[in-house]
């Protein structure tokens, strides 16, 4: 009976008010959404077990460790240090590509999908690299590419010839230099690149030509477009299977996928779905302990598509948590948690039984969540947020010390925008170039940050008040409650427009705990319909004031606090 009066009162609990609307004039509740009050226990979608309580570490290669002087980070330095990655108490590293590659865009502008890039090592390193994780219980998945190369790939030199060969097709090529007068797209090409008579599709910068998986509704005045059934597109999609089960075969354990939505053009019925269901396919009968997360930032149509999760971090919503002066996540509490919950929940509720989401705080290619004068309480409340929300959490190399976002202006490899300036080398300890290279500053991949509060592994390290002791010890919580597994029910039960806290209640079977967030510098209070009842048990954080009065429970949550509470049936 108790167990009963507590799901009674999380039905009482979950009923709130979360508006958004553009125009501010609507009105959203989250109660309404579709499977809200179904069970409270969620089942396991499909996939490896290892990856349902799973932590991920991302290690941007040529800035995490270099052990041969020349300034750039290699393998064999993240072989150094996987007992450093161990020690955060992850399951597993996301490595950043370290295939062949001119570097005009980091290696995503990839030369050889085959071989490891000599300045990274070779590759027995990357061999030695997997195997030494496993054995010190960490899995290794890396980028894979598969959208589009360089231009100095051998396809593509290929494909440029004036006499058809095997690669003619690999690349989206134009008939002809001349574009027809009512082709729309002409910005998306390169012309006049070769002496072969046409364009070529570019997938993201001018350099990196796009890889040919045919057009979902080719158009009938361009006859260059392919279908997606064609054969030159077929032997392409065999040619990207079989570079996966290279990888796989020499020990990595899966992969996440560069632009995985973009590959077929013109797809308004989801063509590309097909290609990847039949990889899925591949490594569920071949690899079923591997491990597929796209950067689609649509979980729903990358779950159907058969990925075990998706970045969803470019999609509306995201930016009002961390990185916009009136964010959520930032103390003057400006923010509206209501703008990315309207976008998530609905991804959430289409996908929590079969995949999962994830919600990085923070990656290669986003500022680093230290920026805007945010001190260490707000970073743990960031990080609190992303290890107990239903989701694959990952930490952004540096993020666990509190590394800053600097301001560095360069374009180099692709880095423009703020994105240099959170691709900085790792910081170790205070020594050279904090531990990371022997080599001069001035060859350095990139450049330090050199102020004496620069935080590092070494003055952490031992700290009980660190960020990096913090983070330790939420990982172990997230590990070990089955509460916070990757796929326990999540239900918000205070979340309004413009007001603070963020509080929801994770739960799997009989394990229950209350998650508050309170990232404002102010005092403040949600009062929630229905009783929160039971023994409570603080397992991280600050306990907010509790008082339940006439089926009310309100919450007085302090100043820049959070609470992981432990809720036991009475």
Request: aromatic share 14%; charged share 20%.
């Amino acid at each position: 009976m108790k167990r009963n009066r507590f799901f009674l009162a999380a039905i009482f609990i979950a009923i709130f008010h979360c508006v958004y609307s553009q125009s501010k004039k609507s009105q959203y509740q989250i109660s309404s959404f579709p499977g809200f009050n179904a069970s409270f226990s969620s089942n396991k979608p499909l996939g490896p077990d290892w990856i349902h309580a799973a932590a991920f570490y991302e290690i941007y290669p040529q800035s995490f460790k270099d052990t041969n002087g020349d300034g750039i980070g290699d393998l064999k330095g993240i072989i150094s240090k996987l007992d450093y990655v161990k020690s955060l108490g992850v399951d597993a590293i996301w490595l950043n590509p370290f295939y062949v590659s001119p570097f005009r865009d980091a290696g995503y502008d990839v030369s050889d999908y085959y071989h490891v890039d000599k300045r990274y090592g070779s590759d027995q390193d990357a061999k030695d690299l997997f195997r030494i994780a496993k054995e010190k219980g960490l899995r290794v998945i890396i980028d894979f590419v598969p959208g589009h190369t360089s231009i100095d790939h051998p396809w593509f030199k290929a494909s440029c010839s004036t006499t058809p060969n095997k690669y003619s097709n690999w690349y989206i090529w134009t008939n002809g230099t001349w574009f027809n007068d009512d082709y729309k797209f002409k910005e998306n090409f390169i012309q006049g690149y070769c002496e072969r008579d046409g364009n070529f599709m570019t997938n993201f910068f001018w350099h990196q030509p796009a890889l040919n998986y045919g057009f979902g509704n080719p158009d009938p005045n361009q006859p260059w477009q392919l279908a997606v059934n064609h054969p030159d597109v077929m032997a392409l999609r065999t040619e990207m299977k079989n570079i996966m089960r290279h990888w796989l075969n020499m020990g990595c354990s899966g992969f996440r996928v560069d632009m995985a939505g973009s590959l077929v053009k013109n797809d308004p019925n989801g063509n590309i779905k097909y290609f990847w269901q039949d990889v899925r396919q591949m490594i569920d009968s071949e690899y079923p302990d591997a491990f597929l997360i796209s950067e689609w930032s649509l979980p729903t149509a990358a779950v159907k598509a058969g990925f075990h999760a998706d970045f969803m971090h470019w999609f509306e919503g995201y930016p009002d948590l961390f990185s916009l002066p009136n964010s959520f996540f930032r103390s003057k509490g400006e923010g509206n948690i209501c703008n990315f919950l309207y976008n998530y929940m609905k991804q959430y509720e289409e996908t929590k039984n079969n995949g999962y989401i994830s919600l990085p705080v923070g990656n290669h290619d986003v500022m680093r969540v230290c920026n805007l004068s945010r001190d260490q309480r707000d970073l743990e409340i960031i990080q609190v947020f992303a290890f107990t929300m239903p989701n694959i959490p990952f930490i952004y190399y540096g993020d666990e010390i509190g590394m800053s976002q600097l301001d560095i202006k360069t374009g180099k490899e692709g880095a423009y925008g703020t994105r240099a300036g959170a691709r900085t080398p790792m910081q170790w300890d205070g020594g050279l170039n904090h531990g990371f290279s022997e080599a001069n500053s001035s060859q350095l991949y990139l450049p330090m940050d050199t102020i004496s509060s620069a935080p590092s592994v070494s003055k952490e390290q031992t700290n009980p008040k660190s960020l990096l002791t913090f983070v330790r010890k939420l990982v172990q919580i997230h590990k070990t409650e089955s509460a916070l597994s990757n796929y326990a029910a999540f239900i918000p039960v205070y979340a309004v427009e413009n007001r603070y806290p963020f509080v929801f209640l994770r739960i799997q079977g009989d394990s229950k705990i209350l998650v508050v967030l309170n990232p404002s510098n102010q005092f403040t209070e949600a009062t929630i319909n229905g009783t929160i009842s039971g023994k409570r048990r603080l397992l991280l954080g600050t306990m907010p004031k509790w008082t339940i009065h006439n089926d009310q429970t309100t919450l007085i949550v302090e100043p820049k606090s959070f609470a992981i509470v432990k809720i036991r049936s009475n």
